[in-house]
């Protein structure tokens, strides 16, 4: 089909200059067309050119290596380049620093300190086609795990056979995944029973004998293993005497992304042993539901978030003497997401063109257009047209090359590029350039 699209084009093509533009360089141009390359100073077919791997946001540790990954693609060569906060790096310059045979980025040894965070940032990876153009990729924040520290120290606790009891691990949120919990020297083993919540502290439902011992808080995987204190569990027998409700850890408004898990921690201790149920903005949460899960005596689990999980989700409890009910909002966020991408696109000079360009998500995406790499900057000769799409007014020689579409919220961004070829066919009448670009932009993207 691309064969016979490219005939069509160049006897179309021939026809349209024979008829308004005679034997002149123009029909020498057409006539030695040929299909998806160059030949001589003849018309050109799109040059494939994206992105197969772009950075994304990754979490460093101090000391060890880190790795941004990038490729782009291409039957011509790239030179792939790096630019952090913005500004191209100087890899020559950086030791630490050094662009792998892919593009990707390595840095051997990542340096952060309270005073200097050279490494921590957001990053882009900018690939180069000498002589035709550059797009850039999406952006990917690097962030560097703090020094390992605990902001306060567990407290020995008592608990009834069959109650709940909460141990507190409290360090920075990026240090939570470093997080493990032991007892009487050994790994705590974790289930449906026993849980870490989001903030590191370690619930245990229905308790009994064999939970009894003394327990810390470990950072692990930042160098050495630091620790806290120890800290003793005592499981008492049940006496029948009623104990006042008391709230451990209740749920607080979370974001999320779509696709991630959360849990909405309900930890309660009192006797009779608290019930807890679950609302979502105000109806019965169903249990039985395969996303859903009540782990650890009592917080609610979901996996694999849609955006219709959004809402108001309530934590009510009733231990027979008191009832109590706390709320909180999870709200998911969904990445920006292309309806409509630029499309390759043949012109001629002076004419007026316009690159689509529509994305959802939530929260809504802002858009911003580049042109080789550099933002486009509106004004009365690019224009900002049907809310994201980019119009061109006047079209010169120089403004052939790639233009991008980049979109972002606050759950991600992504990019969609497209290119751009000014051809010189001769002085043909707008609506018979049109009709040639139709064929060409279909036969030859």
């Known amino acids: 089909m691309a064969e016979r699209g490219a005939r069509l084009i160049v006897f179309f093509a021939s026809l349209i200059v024979l008829r308004f533009g005679g034997a002149d360089k123009g029909s020498e141009r ?118 390992p520290r605990f902001l306060s120290q567990p407290e020995g606790v008592s608990v009834r056979s069959g109650g709940s009891e909460m141990l507190s691990c ?30 590191g502290a370690l619930v245990i439902s229905n308790a009994s004998q064999s939970d009894a011992g003394l327990y810390h808080c470990t950072i692990d995987g930042l160098g050495p293993p630091k620790t806290t204190e120890d800290a003793e ?38 006797f009779p042993v608290p019930v807890i149920r679950w609302t979502f903005n105000d109806r019965p949460v169903d249990e039985s539901r395969e996303r859903f899960a009540v782990i650890g005596g009592g917080s609610l689990q979901i996996v694999n978030l849609t955006a219709e999980d959004a809402g108001i989700y309530a934590c009510q409890t009733d231990s027979g003497n008191m009832t109590s009910e706390i709320q909180a909002e999870l709200t998911v966020h969904v990445p920006p997401r292309f309806l409509t991408r630029p499309s390759n696109t043949y012109a001629q000079e002076s004419m007026d063109i316009i690159f689509e360009c529509d994305v959802t998500g939530s929260p809504p995406p802002t858009v911003k257009w580049m042109k080789d790499g550099d933002t486009v900057i509106p004004s009365d000769y690019f224009r900002i047209v049907k809310q994201h799409d980019l119009q061109v007014l006047g079209l010169v020689k120089s403004d052939e090359g790639f ?8 759950a991600g961004n992504v990019q969609a590029s497209a290119q751009l070829i000014i051809l010189d066919l001769g002085k043909l009448p707008l609506h018979i350039f049109a009709f040639l670009c139709v064929f060409m932009q279909k036969y030859s993207s």
Request: aromatic share 6%.
């Open 233 to 270: 569990l005592q499981v008492s027998a049940d006496s029948g005497v009623e104990e006042k409700l008391e709230t451990l850890q209740g749920p607080v408004s979370v974001v999320k992304v779509i696709g991630e898990s959360v849990l909405l921690p309900c930890v309660m201790k009192g």
């Open 403 to 410: 233009y991008q579409c980049l979109a972002e919220n606050d």
């Open 170 to 199: 409290e360090v920075t949120e990026e240090l939570v995944p470093f997080t493990r919990w032991e007892r009487d020297g050994r790994p705590v083993e974790l289930d449906t029973r026993v849980i870490q919540l989001p903030s």
């Open 30 to 147: 057409i006539s030695h067309y040929r299909f998806g390359g160059f030949v001589g100073s003849g018309i050109r077919g799109f040059t494939p050119f994206r992105f197969s791997v772009e950075p994304v946001d990754t979490l460093a540790v101090r000391g060890l290596p880190a790795v941004l990954n990038c490729s782009a693609a291409s039957d011509a060569p790239v030179r792939v380049e790096w630019k952090k906060d913005g500004t191209f790096l100087n890899l020559v310059a950086d030791d630490r620093k050094r662009q792998l045979a892919d593009g990707s980025l390595l840095i051997s040894t990542v340096v952060h300190s309270k005073h200097n965070k050279p490494d921590e940032g957001v990053y882009q990876c900018v690939a180069t086609i000498d002589n035709l153009g550059t797009i850039s990729s999406r952006t990917a924040r690097l962030t560097v795990a703090g020094l």
